[in-house]
């Protein structure tokens, strides 16, 4: 166990649990608080206001995420009833700000996609998966069918996506203005100050954080185990993204939970990391177009454009999930059992 701040590599064996758990959780707080300041300046009404409230946001959600997932993983240091009730908050606080980033960014990729597929070979489009379009042969057929429907597909998903980003919008600025949002910043102002962890906080953290990050880190082998292997999977059975999800999170856990014990995260799990944000990035856009086919009264032409591009998104699920396979660094645990 080793973390940054010691003089010597090996003496935080001898450190307490307080002594190495308590200021990760403050600096996290203190990176929360300086987060909320900065968000509260830059949305006023200024030119350059946008991309500062949207960076000050993506920081808050960061800091709330490692102080939720550190108080799940060392909730047994900590006072549960405490613990339990800022974590939910601080998921409430996380996904309900996330959803605007997550409407203009899948916005974005969808409307990249449909312009490039505009002038590639067309992926097949499974019959039922989105619009019921089918063929993505490639013909002139094809291809005129997909330059008709892209530009009317893309203005559904853009008229679509920007009301969704709206009220994502809404919500947030109604949730930082909330009353129970003021409750979750003054219990996390406290947490800076103080942090209420338990009688055994004395004991060495070597005997107390080991066994809480081991078993994160096993949850996120067991899972990763637990994944079919990739020469059955079907990319198009979007009921497997719900576990490829699951061991983003864990992962996520494991990544904290490495950074209360060592001090920084483990290093190996960046390439994996980044397959599992590309992998919930296109499935969530497959979702979208999907759901975009299922519009009523849509012209065929827009139907099938929109099926394209779910099955072109859903090879995007595919190769992220190869991209996971090759870069994960244990790999006897990605066969199946």
Not at 193 to 209: D, I
Not at 321 to 336: D, G, I, K, M, Q
């Amino acid at each position: 166990m080793r973390r940054p701040d010691q003089q010597t590599p090996g003496t935080a064996t001898a450190l307490t649990t307080e002594a190495v758990l308590a200021p990760y959780l403050r600096a996290q707080a203190a990176d929360f608080l300086r987060s909320l300041r900065l968000h509260r300046e830059q949305s006023a009404p200024t030119d350059s206001a946008g991309r500062g409230a949207e960076e000050a946001a993506t920081a808050l959600r960061r800091s709330a995420r490692r102080i939720s997932g550190t108080l799940h993983t060392f909730k047994g240091l900590l006072d549960p009833g405490w613990a339990d009730q800022l974590r939910a908050e601080l998921a409430w606080l996380s996904g309900t700000l996330a959803r605007e980033h997550d409407c203009s960014t899948r916005l974005l990729r969808l409307l990249e996609a449909l312009h490039r597929l505009s002038g590639a070979h067309l992926p097949a489009a499974r019959d039922g998966k989105a619009g019921g379009a089918t063929g993505g042969s490639g013909t002139g057929t094809d291809r005129a069918t997909l330059d008709v429907g892209a530009a009317r597909a893309g203005a559904l998903l853009e008229r679509q996506l920007t009301l969704a980003r709206t009220r994502a919008h809404s919500a947030a600025l109604q949730a930082l203005g909330s009353s129970r949002f003021h409750a979750v910043a003054d219990s996390v102002a406290l947490l800076a100050s103080e942090v209420p962890l338990t009688t055994g906080a004395g004991a060495p953290a070597a005997e107390t954080l080991l066994g809480p990050a081991g078993h994160a880190r096993q949850r996120l082998l067991g899972a990763v185990a637990a994944l079919p292997p990739g020469d059955t999977a079907d990319v198009y059975n979007e009921a497997h993204d719900a576990h490829w999800q699951q061991i983003r999170l864990l992962l996520r856990l494991h990544r904290y939970a490495h950074e209360v014990v060592e001090g920084s995260p483990d290093p190996v799990l960046a390439g994996p990391e980044r397959a599992l944000d590309l992998h919930r990035e296109a499935s969530e856009a497959a979702s979208a177009a999907s759901a975009a086919a299922r519009t009523p009264r849509i012209a065929p032409a827009t139907a099938y454009a929109l099926g394209v591009l779910h099955a072109d998104q859903r090879h995007e699920v595919d190769a992220a999930r190869c991209v996971f396979r090759e870069t994960w660094p244990y790999a006897a645990a990605v066969a199946a059992p």
